[in-house]
């Protein structure tokens, strides 16, 4: 069902000063940053990769939303964890028919030309899980 972990997304309060933190401190580099928008707020998002795995920086422009409440509940810190599926339209109706909650009952558009499901964090521990099919 699971490919790999595709990204660990991490919301921010100030986008370009993480990604000073991140490439300064831990010598990531930046290899692409994408404005995406979700629920009628655009996220900005920046992908660090290291090795298979990226590191997503997500800033939202909005006061609602899934990064926004995060924000305000939380503070800064680890969103989500996205993991890469082969088929996602099987995997969602799979996991839906045991009973697991979806933050939106169906595949949405994500960044960098994907399509997603995002898990309700109640589900594991409190962490969204993001699953990703890449084009």
Known sequence: MLI????????????????RKYTSLLGLKIKEIEE???????????????????????QTTGDTGLAADFLKERGEGIHHIAFEVEDLD?????????????VWDQIIRGSRGSMVAVIKPE???GVYIELVQRD
């Open 90 to 102: 099987k995997t969602f109706q799979e996991l839906r028919s045991k009973g697991v909650e979806f």
């Open 4 to 19: 790999k972990i595709e990204h660990i997304g991490i919301v921010v309060k100030d986008l370009e000063e993480r990604i």
């Open 123 to 125: 589900e594991f521990n």
């Open 36 to 58: 995406v928008k979700v629920e009628n707020v655009v996220n900005r998002v920046a992908f660090l990769p290291i090795g298979e795995t990226n590191i997503e920086l997500v």
